[in-house]
């Protein structure tokens, strides 16, 4: 015969937990469950400030660069100031040299040489006619009459000469020709090209008589006709001696027309 025994009281070792056990079990789990809120909290309380200080280091890194390429900005500002100060500077030496140049330019063509002047007069001059004294004097300008401050500004301000023209003619048709020839003279203004004075006056020729003939002389008496006594007053014009290289080189100032002509080839003056 076969008996069974059956045991009826649990395992005291797997079944039975010790109360410390339990209790700590119990304890930890009620410690986690209290600082999940705390834990929470200071996750939200700490992620404004990394994404502040986030930004923080952000923009001081963008302000880094931008102060970086503000201080390159200003360095080419300056480069591009000192370049554009020398542009202008070098501008004003070459208006300054071609404003020297300009005057020295229209020194050279506004001389008329005296030589070639009274040249076209002796060659104006007719058979008849003798020119006794040519003066020169400076023409002085009248403010009063030269009009508002602007036509003052715009008019020319080189100074001018008159001529005065003196001598003896056989007749007042000799005086009268020998003006119209000056009026054609390009070195002399038509329109102020006038007789100021003519009149008739005994001949100042004197005559010399032969020694061997002084006898027959001294009972004879000679009378030579009168003349006509001018004053012709006329300004020179203003034409360019450029305008007249032709002229003044036909009367023989030919070192004007040289150096003319080098300073119209150099395109200093227009030809």
Known sequence: MYSLDINFLKDPERDILPQDQGA???????????????????????????????????????????????AEVTRELERSEAQRQRVVNLQKQINKTNA???ALANVFDQIKPWSAMLQDIRERTPPGVQIRTVKQTEVESDGRNSGSAK??????TRPKFK??????????????YFILTLKNSSFLKTDQTQLIEAQLIDNPTKLEVPETQQRSAAQAKYELPKVVDYTIHTNLSNIPASELLRELDSKGAVGLVTRIRTLQEKGVIQP
Not at 163 to 176: K, Q
Request: hydrophobic share 45%.
């Open 163 to 176: 001529l005065e023209i003196s001598g003896t003619a056989r007749s007042f048709d000799d005086v009268n």
């Open 24 to 70: 700590v079990s119990s304890k930890k789990q009620l410690q986690m469950g209290e600082m999940t809120p705390l834990i929470i909290g200071a996750v939200v309380g700490i992620l404004p400030l990394a994404l502040v200080a986030g930004l923080w280091l952000v923009m001081q890194q963008q302000t880094a660069k931008l102060e970086k390429e503000q």
């Open 151 to 156: 036509a003052q500004a715009s008019s020319d």
């Open 100 to 102: 020297e140049t300009e």
